[in-house]
């Protein structure tokens, strides 16, 4: 059973490390999402 879920699409992981890879290669630059338009 996953311990750590995706906070931006709820992808399941068993690791923080490997919830971290994924925000990282997935999501990283989502600032958008968290309301932070200076960049786009």
């Keep these: 059973m996953a311990k750590y879920k995706c906070p931006y699409c709820g992808s399941e992981f068993d690791t ?6 994924h925000i990282d290669r997935v ?11 200076r960049k786009y």
């Design 27 to 37: 999501h990283h630059g989502s600032g958008l999402l968290e309301g932070d338009t």
């Design 16 to 21: 923080a490390e490997e919830l971290s890879k």
